[in-house]
């Protein structure tokens, strides 16, 4: 919250799933493998990102981090299906919808005395202190804007004249070799703000790269947080912001993602799930780059600015190109809470005033379509 930084600016909007809101996801399901109408969901999530050099509200896609704080959230605010909060002690699992993407995750986390678990000795790389572990398994984690796995068709493309991987995860990605722009791979965000040329270029290969994944119709219409892109290297020993050194045989690739233009201190959850996906594709950019020994047996270990991630993806057996889920541990706490006041100018119309109007849809759904542009007809 705040800090003027990409990562750093984004709001949650948290409310019942219930049976008001078993209406078509807002991507039309397209060919992601969830149903029109989805039963077994818990809690409506959807994302909000705040533009930090103007007043843009961007809502095209999720955020992984912030998707850990649902599940413990909604149990202590009392948003959930009554039969959760019967089991007062022990682990308990939440099915989130994020409403952005139309995906599903599995928010699985420890209870006690009907409070979510918030102390705990689970550690992450970049994140102060410790906490209660709580595992997010996300269904079907691809084609959350696009709907393909492969947006362009292609395991590789050639954009701008650089040839990168277009893979649309748990959020498109644009991956691209950290020595085809002739940048450390290793690099760490404070110097990498100072290649103002290097990010420009990466700006121009991300716009076009988003148009060939049909992401947006023109370059002037990308969304500023996606599709992310990725410089990717082969593991190697490097000095983290910690100030840690991490030995080539640690991880098992580094990557720097960007944001907004701006380089990530950590990875993004979204964009490291696509990550994993992206290195079970046989020939993509990251594939090609992977450790041959890897550190552990099931997970990719990924080198990022503040230390080490792990995650995993799991293919469908029948199809290497499908993935079935991703996995991995975060943790979440309450910071404070309080109260925000909205007070109208008076510069707009009462009937331009549409948000949450006029139907039965869920109320982010109707955010994200009205932000969108779009009409979401109610089909109750």
Same mark, same amino acid.
């Given at each position: 919250?705040?800090?003027? @930084?990409?990562?750093?600016? *984004? ?7 219930? *049976?008001?809101?078993?209406? &078509? ?9 969830? *149903? ?5 969901? !818990? @809690?409506?999530?959807?994302?909000? +990102? ?23 959230? =909604? ?10 909060? $019967? ?5 308990? /699992?939440? /099915?989130?919808r994020n409403t952005n993407t139309g995906k599903l995750i599995d928010s699985t986390f420890e209870v006690v005395g009907k409070q979510a678990v918030v102390v ?12 209660? $572990?709580?595992?997010? !398994?996300?269904?079907?984690?691809? +084609?959350? $804007?696009?709907? $393909?796995?492969? &947006?362009?068709?292609?395991? /590789? ?12 995860? =748990?959020? &498109? ?6 020595? %085809? ?12 703000? *100072? ?16 148009? #060939?994944?049909?992401? #947006? ?7 500023? /947080? ?12 490097? !000095? ?11 991880t098992d690739l580094v990557v720097r993602f960007l944001s907004d233009t701006q380089p990530h201190r950590a990875i993004p959850l979204t964009a490291a799930l ?19 020994? &890897?550190?552990?047996?099931? #997970? ?18 029948? %199809? =290497? ?51 969108? +542009?779009?009409?979401?007809? %109610?089909?109750?």
């Amino acid at each position: 919250m705040g800090a003027g @930084i990409s990562s750093l600016s *984004k709001i949650c909007l948290v409310e019942p799933y219930g *049976k008001r809101m078993r209406h &078509p996801t807002p991507n039309k399901a397209r060919d992601s493998g969830i *149903k029109e109408v989805v039963e077994e969901v !818990d @809690i409506d999530y959807t994302f909000v +990102g705040l533009g930090i050099e103007n007043d843009e509200v961007d809502v095209a896609g999720n955020c992984g981090n912030m998707s850990s704080a649902i599940g413990p959230y =909604a149990y202590n605010a009392g948003l959930l299906p009554l039969r959760l909060y $019967k089991q007062q002690e022990g682990e308990i /699992t939440v /099915t989130i919808r994020n409403t952005n993407t139309g995906k599903l995750i599995d928010s699985t986390f420890e209870v006690v005395g009907k409070q979510a678990v918030v102390v705990g000795d689970y550690t992450i790389d970049g994140v102060t202190g410790s906490g209660s $572990k709580i595992k997010l !398994d996300f269904h079907h984690p691809y +084609g959350s $804007k696009t709907g $393909k796995i492969l &947006p362009t068709g292609n395991i /590789t493309d050639n954009i701008a004249g650089f040839e990168v991987s277009c893979v649309d995860g =748990a959020n &498109p990605a644009i991956f691209i070799r950290a020595e %085809d722009i002739e940048v450390n791979g290793a690099i760490l965000p404070n110097d990498f703000n *100072k290649l103002t040329d290097k990010l420009a270029l990466l700006e121009h290969i991300r716009k076009s790269a988003a148009v #060939a994944m049909g992401v #947006a119709a023109s370059e002037d219409q990308v969304p500023r /947080t996606i599709p992310k892109i990725g410089l990717v290297s082969k593991s190697t020993k490097h !000095d983290v912001l910690s100030g840690q050194t991490l030995e080539e045989t640690q991880t098992d690739l580094v990557v720097r993602f960007l944001s907004d233009t701006q380089p990530h201190r950590a990875i993004p959850l979204t964009a490291a799930l696509t990550t994993a996906v992206a290195a079970r594709i046989p020939g993509s950019i990251v594939q090609q780059l992977l450790a041959s020994t &890897p550190v552990l047996k099931d #997970a990719i270990t990924i080198g990022h600015a503040s230390g080490r991630l792990q995650v995993d993806a799991t293919m469908d057996e029948n %199809d =290497a190109l499908l993935p079935v889920s991703a996995t991995v541990y975060r943790t979440a706490k309450r910071l404070f809470e309080g109260k925000v006041y909205w007070i109208d100018n008076g510069d707009h119309d009462a009937d331009e005033i549409t948000f949450g109007s006029g139907g039965t849809h869920a109320l982010g759904i109707t955010f994200v379509q009205e932000v969108r +542009g779009q009409n979401y007809e %109610d089909s109750s």
